[in-house]
């Protein structure tokens, strides 16, 4: 039984590792995302993960568990989204562009004079 996985969301056209975190998974079992069984890493009765590229098009992907008996687990939802979400809580920080040079930076020199005949 699948109690959670991770990432719950994911952008369009990436590769990305699902993490399942549940309960009496056996080796064997494997990860199903809509109807396409995944391969998948047995990592222990309460994991399992499998590398999976994303669709094209935004959607929702039902994640499940086959067993090796042929059952199917309760199913999870993986969010695609064509764009990334920002999270609550945080907030976007403007680069520094200083305009004057640091102190790491020298500041620009003229170029060095030609000599005259």
Sequence with gaps: MIGTIAPTTALINTTITITVNGTGF?????IVT???SQPTT???STQLTCSYT???TAQTVNVRVRNVDGDFS????????????????????????????????P???PPPEEPTA
């Design 26 to 30: 056996r080796n064997g079992d494997s």
């Design 34 to 36: 809509d109807a396409n």
């Design 42 to 44: 047995f990592v222990s």
């Design 54 to 56: 994303t669709p094209a």
């Design 74 to 105: 309760n199913g999870s939802p993986l969010t695609v989204t064509a764009t990334v979400q920002q999270s609550q809580g945080f907030e976007a920080i403007p680069v520094n562009t200083p305009e004057e040079p640091t102190p790491d930076t």
């Design 107 to 109: 500041p620009d020199e």
